[in-house]
DNA sequence: GATACGGATGTTAACGTTAACAGCCACCCA
DNA sequence: TGGGTGGCTGTTAACGTTAACATCCGTATC
């Protein structure tokens, strides 16, 4: 014998529920809601009312189950902490909402087996589609994702190889750029201080370090990096022992912006002057940066842009079309200021 | 007749799938899956060894339909670029997170209306329980979700009347007691900074007044509100035209930090002393605080704490037990630094 | 050696919705 | 007046999983 009929002291109403108390079946009801103009003017009226007083809220799970398409895109972001990726969500939003779609944040903490578990428990939502923080994905993951044939776009970086979908800028080349502004404005010991050292970062440090040996003035002992979580009191501590171990550097490349508005604080407090003493460029060019003392130079990215290109794409891809550039480079701009 | 079987090129796979592979029955695999001690070793293992070779991934929908326990939890805050919220979801996911909730992260962008269209989307998830920001919810919504039985916590603020289960602090309190501690310093002509004026900043504003009231000193010329979006910019903006319109004024309290910094920026750039001509404070102490020039006087929230206590309280609900208390005011710290 | 017990596995139905098709009926046109 | 048309509504089954029993079989018990 099959199980008893639950005795719930009360349920959430069902659409046989508002079908009965309208008098019509429940197709009749599923397609008031979903397709209105199939059902007539009267009988739709009634339902939404009835709708209305039954406190009906359709039910996704089984929407999903039987249609095989949840309305559901899954996004990994690095950390929810960093205005970044923060931006780029908006812009993801902006793009997805209008066609009503839920989106499911993942939160990987910089961390790839992390990143592998999240998205194996937010398959089970059977996502319409993906979007990627980053390219670095294990093979293991790339495959296991092609077995599902579900729509994947990489955030950030771009595919060297142009395999996936992808949109984002070459960090490298905002790392070599930044690095040679420096040159150009007569700076010649240039430091690196990375933080976190995801990927990102190591792609700035690797456009830095190519910028200075194109110049022939690379030197391996001006590279502070350290695994830490990027914050301003890390800048201001880095700083502190850089000027001690190597005195002769004249500028700093921050991976980013919290680490230079921490070595901005430090320079103000110790009464080094910056940008004379000491040249200081970060990098995003957040909220802060621009009314920092001195204001700081930095990268501008894209990150909004890049959210809404990247979900867009995911759209396109999602309908079955095959985008016309699967790799878009969204680029970055250089925001000169007064601390260099 | 009925619909076709569908002619999916692929689809993903089943626990039949598995369950033909292995040659048991799918119920055998459900269980090998979610309550292994059932299942004798050898079966689970090859049963194991097939989820893997066929990327079984379960199919969360059809779980949630028939258990009808979705293991979801909707969180809906008001911004996703201001830290104090992302704090609390860092405190609610430590709690969810080894539950294997998932976490439904809504953003209402602080408009109610907005907010009330949120929750039913979101309600189609089934989700067991829902995390609310603040207690401004509309009497219809508050009606609507005690139709459906889900276990609502209500988070940042206390309810006056203990009739909703919520965690925070007393927003009014804080604000008193920054503004009694303006008084102790000897500052006389206290303005109060409010942007965005949501139900929190309200509140603050409130306490200010209440403060500055008993003191016998409250002028309603010293307050400048204000609905746009805060920020640094703003702040600066704000203390440029207070101090034309109200010479007078020697202290200022900012109704949180981002404000208070853009008016130390602006202090600074125009060789206004702080905290000698005027003092600052700051309301939620975030990184950039103790960190400014002069370091900035604030209120330490405990919001991650609060997410973490409103998390627990909820998965209390979830089980079906009564929290010993409804209500629980965590409190908040005066920091008093140089700015003020 | 019959009986009871319990561990392992299976069978059936149900969760709430929608796809696919099947009526039904009013209306129009020849 | 008969046949076709089109708008509206209904019937049935299926999505993938788990709850609730049912069954089987080996082992312990007296």
Redesign the interface.
């Known amino acids: 014998m099959p199980r008893k009929p639950?005795e719930r002291?009360?349920?959430?109403a069902t659409l046989h529920d508002v079908a009965a108390q309208v008098g019509v079946s429940a197709i009749t009801v599923s397609r008031a809601l979903n397709t209105p103009e199939r059902v007539s003017e009267a009988v739709r009226e009634r339902i939404l009312a009835a709708v209305d007083a039954l406190?009906y809220?359709?039910?996704?799970?089984?929407r999903?189950?039987v249609s095989?398409r949840?309305q559901t895109v899954v996004v990994l972001i690095p950390s929810?902490?960093n205005?970044v990726f923060?931006?780029t969500?908006?812009g993801i939003?902006d793009v997805l909402d209008p066609h009503h779609y839920?989106i499911?944040?993942g939160?990987t903490g910089y961390d790839d087996a992390r990143e592998e578990r999240l998205l194996?428990?937010y398959?089970?939502?059977?996502p319409d589609g993906i979007l990627l923080t980053g390219l670095r994905q294990s093979d293991g993951m790339r495959t296991?994702l092609d077995?599902?044939?579900i729509p994947v776009v990489h955030m950030m970086g771009l595919d060297p190889q142009a395999q996936r979908y992808c949109v984002g800028f070459s960090q490298q080349a905002a790392g070599a750029a930044l690095t040679q502004h420096l040159l150009q404005r007569g700076y010649r010991n240039v430091a690196f201080f990375g933080a976190r050292l995801d990927e990102r970062v190591m792609q700035r440090a690797a456009g830095y370090r190519q910028a200075l040996q194109e110049a022939g003035i690379y030197r391996e002992d001006l590279e502070w990096l350290t695994p830490e979580h990027s914050?301003?009191?890390l800048g201001?501590s880095m700083i502190a022992k850089a000027l001690q171990q190597r005195p002769e550097i004249d500028a700093v490349f921050c991976c980013n912006d919290d680490l230079a508005?921490?070595v901005l604080?430090y320079c103000?407090?110790n009464g080094i002057a910056v940008p004379q003493r000491l040249a200081v460029a970060g990098f995003n060019d957040l909220?802060?940066a621009?009314?920092?003392?001195p204001t700081l130079t930095t990268i501008r990215t894209p990150r909004y842009d890049i959210g809404h290109a990247a979900a867009s794409m995911l759209l396109d891809l999602m309908s079955g079309n095959t985008p016309a550039e699967p790799m878009q480079d969204l680029s970055f701009t250089l925001q000169a200021r007064e601390s260099t």
């Open positions: 639950k002291a009360s349920r959430a406190g809220v359709p039910n996704r799970s089984a999903t189950l095989s949840s929810l902490s205005t923060i931006d969500l908006a939003n839920q499911l944040i939160n194996r428990t398959l089970s939502h059977a296991w077995k599902l044939h914050g301003i009191g201001a508005l921490g604080t103000q407090r909220d802060g621009a009314w920092a003392t």
